[in-house]
Structure formats: structure tokens, C-alpha cells
């Protein structure tokens, strides 16, 4: 994330938060996945990701 932060590189950015936000979603960490995920959704919509944007989505409404 970090690496990808400093590149600029806005998909793998996206894609990264919304695998973490996945993890915490799993593990119980609501707040944490809506946090990653508000952060993969903000990467997401800067490339035109729209694939990754609808799941990035469906993952925040399941973290409501």
C-alpha cells in the first residue's frame, strides 16, 4: 500500500484496500473495513476501475 501510495499507482492502491478491507470484514472489523474500503473506493474512481468500483460497493454496503 505504502509503495503504491508513493508511485501513484491508483488501481493497485484501490485493489490493495479492498483486500484488506475483505480481511477485516472477515476477522469482525467493521470500523477498519469501512475505513479501507472508503480508501480503496476514492483510488478506485481516480483509474475508471469499474469492476473493482461495483465490488468495492457491495463490500461497503455489507459493512453499514
Avoid: P, W
Wanted: overall charge neutral; aromatic content about 4%.
Amino acid at each position: 500500500i505504502q509503495v503504491a501510495e508513493e508511485i501513484g499507482a491508483m488501481n493497485t492502491l484501490g485493489v490493495a484496500y479492498l483486500d484488506l478491507a475483505l480481511v477485516h470484514r472477515k476477522k469482525g472489523r467493521n470500523d477498519r473495513a469501512r475505513q479501507c474500503i472508503l480508501k480503496a473506493i476514492e483510488a478506485l474512481e481516480k483509474c475508471d476501475a469499474e469492476a473493482f468500483l461495483s465490488q468495492a460497493r457491495e463490500v461497503l454496503a455489507s459493512v453499514q
